[in-house]
């Protein structure tokens, strides 16, 4: 069996999750307490991060490059589109994500209002906060304009896009972070990710000190 040692809140893990639960590989979760940088944890990656997959025999790291592994050896359900220009706008929109939306959103919210205190690094810094918290407006405009003009943020289906994003929302979600009366387009978008059967276990993470808002693993917000 395979075996991800993850962060349950974080975008990352969470991206490599919903990959994993979607081509229905059985997985085990090992959840890691990756800030402490402890021996055996930098010897699985010496980069220090979350998510480390164990599968096939082999430890590999690197979310976007995890599930492309993923896409390769077992490609049903494709995640991945067929064209070499369909797959660029989904590894363009993955990026945009797991780079942009993090620096300026996932990274200041969920950092100053949960890791901060997880961490025992002190309070949450107010500018970040409030940094974060003007930036994801933009996003969600951008995330409608995209909805606006294809069925699913690349195109016509579901791809590991439409994951990227869900992830890092989802994570957001948990700290009532998302305004999602802003686009019902957007709102509409998650709610058919979030019905998804590999979506399921997310719903269910639990983080001590912060109860999830009562929407949270309700199908139907």
């Known amino acids: 069996m395979a075996r991800l040692f993850h962060a349950p809140l974080s975008p990352f893990c969470r991206k490599v999750r919903l990959s994993l639960a979607e081509k229905k590989i059985e997985c085990e979760l090992v959840e890691e307490r990756y800030w402490e940088q402890d021996a055996d944890f930098m010897r699985r990656n010496p980069a220090g991060k979350v998510p480390i997959l164990k599968i096939d025999g082999k430890f590999l790291a690197e979310s976007a490059a995890i599930c492309e592994y993923l896409e390769e050896v077992h490609p049903e359900p494709a ?85 990227a994003a869900a992830a890092h929302l989802s994570s957001l979600d948990y700290i009532s972070d998302v305004d999602w009366n802003r686009s019902e387009a957007v709102k509409d978008w998650y709610a058919k990710v979030k019905s998804r059967p590999a979506f399921r276990s997310i719903l269910a993470d639990q983080i001590p000190g912060f109860p999830p808002p009562p929407h949270y693993a309700d199908l139907d917000f």
């Open 79 to 163: 995640l991945m589109p067929t064209s070499p220009e369909a797959r660029h706008e989904v590894r363009r929109l993955v990026g945009w994500f797991d780079d942009k939306f993090y620096n300026e959103v996932t990274g200041k919210l969920l950092y100053e209002r949960v890791y901060r205190k997880v961490h025992g690094t002190g309070y949450p810094d107010s500018a970040n906060v409030k940094a974060g918290a003007k930036a994801i407006k933009y996003h969600l405009d951008y995330l409608a304009w995209l909805l606006d003009h294809r069925r699913w943020l690349a195109g016509d289906s579901m791809t590991l896009a439409d994951f």
